[in-house]
């Protein structure tokens, strides 16, 4: 699964990388370093311009905001479902009445420095279970990772039709099994989109499932390496470019 991640990039810098025609952030994003559910994330996405309740235009625009991590799928009658919702498995995300239709219209990109995953030691917590090792696992030519991700609107019945809060804007990261330089870590990894797909995936009018789980595949043999950093990210409240710092190897439990 993919449960942390790291995700340093400004606006300015998104915008150049993704080829993001309007900008609909309301309130820019400091970079995050242990992005967790629920938190406000930075996704690229296409879709004609509009409001959120209509007034939309012919022409498809690619846009870059600001979304919850967690996906409220558009029937939910609590949102807090939405914490259970952080992954989709990419085997059966075109099955899921939770993702089905997010797969087939509303897909996007999730910008990422790396993500976290966690190996279990031999050593054991005074509980008795494995004490478990983060490691980063990012691009190793430092590249922006595009996360494959779906993103739904959810529409809050309590709230009046002029609240500017009752539209939420969430997302979630599609998974796949690791490949063979991170699955000793941990047996699944995000799905990746490389840059000349980006075009495909984000196009709201390509439907078909079969022709959509041919843009991903998992990252190739070299693309990413990994190595521990402190169990500081462990804790959501600590945040900062000192938790993607490596551990000296006397440092790493075995």
């Not at 599609?174 to 000793?184: F, K, N, Q, S």
């Amino acid at each position: 699964m993919c449960g942390r991640y790291a995700s340093s990039r400004k606006p300015e810098d998104l915008v150049e990388e993704f080829e993001i025609d309007k900008v609909e952030v309301k309130e820019t994003l400091a970079p995050d370093f242990n992005v967790a559910p629920t938190k406000p994330v930075y996704a690229v996405l296409q879709r004609p311009p509009r409001d959120e309740d209509g007034g939309a235009d012919a022409s498809p625009e690619r846009q870059l905001r600001t979304l919850s991590w967690g996906l409220v799928p558009f029937w939910a009658k609590d949102p807090a479902i939405g914490n259970k919702m952080i992954n989709a498995r990419m085997e059966t995300v075109h099955d899921k009445p939770a993702f089905r239709q997010a797969f087939a219209k509303r897909r996007c990109l999730l910008p990422a420095d790396g993500y976290y995953e966690w190996y279990p030691t031999e050593q054991k917590t005074k509980a008795g279970r494995p004490l478990k090792q983060p490691f980063f696992i990012h691009p190793a030519d430092g590249s922006v990772m595009a996360m494959a991700g779906l993103y739904e609107i959810w529409k809050d019945p309590t709230r009046d039709e002029d609240d500017p809060q009752r539209f939420a804007w969430t997302c979630t990261v599609l998974t796949t099994t690791a490949e063979d330089a991170v699955g000793h870590i941990h047996d699944r990894m995000p799905l990746l989109v490389e840059p000349e797909r980006y075009g495909a995936w984000l196009d709201p009018s390509v439907s078909d499932a079969d022709e959509l789980k041919k843009l991903l595949v998992p990252a190739a043999p070299g693309r990413l390496e990994a190595y521990p950093v402190s169990t500081l990210v462990n804790n959501v409240r600590n945040n900062g470019p000192e938790l993607l710092d490596a551990l000296a190897p006397e440092d790493v439990p075995s």
